[in-house]
């Protein structure tokens, strides 16, 4: 069973960063689609960033030029370097992955919180 582990959330200031991270683990032959998406209390869970065969990236509007995305093939994991962090960022966060059979999961979820 493919197993994804989330780390780095936490609490910052208003204009902070954070870098979350994801590793992949289990029976992968390869993956298509890595990415990161949030749910806020109250909303709909909505893709932050992705990255498709290894280099193509998709940011929300929102994000854009504040969040970069980064995979390593090698380790399976999939990076979210997030700066100049907004209140309005505050969610849970979730790793998820598409494999080359199709087969997709998803993490846990871990907490960021941007104060202002």
């Known amino acids: 069973q493919v197993q994804l582990v989330e780390s780095g959330g936490g609490l910052v200031q208003a204009g902070g960063s954070l870098t979350l991270s994801c590793a992949v683990s289990?029976?992968?032959?390869?993956?298509?689609?890595m990415g990161w998406y949030r749910q806020a209390q109250g909303k709909q869970r909505e893709l932050v960033a992705n990255?498709?065969?290894?280099?193509?990236?998709n940011y929300a509007d929102s994000v854009k030029g504040r969040f970069t995305i980064s995979r390593d093939k090698v380790k399976n994991t999939v990076d979210l370097q997030m700066n100049s962090l907004k209140p309005e960022d505050t969610a849970v966060y979730y790793c998820?992955?598409?494999?080359?059979?199709?087969?997709?999961?998803w993490g846990e979820g871990t907490q960021v919180t941007a104060s202002s």
């Open positions: 289990g029976p992968i032959d390869s993956i298509e689609v």
């Open positions: 990255i498709v065969s290894g280099y193509l990236t």
């Open positions: 998820t992955v598409i494999l080359s059979d199709l087969r997709g999961a």
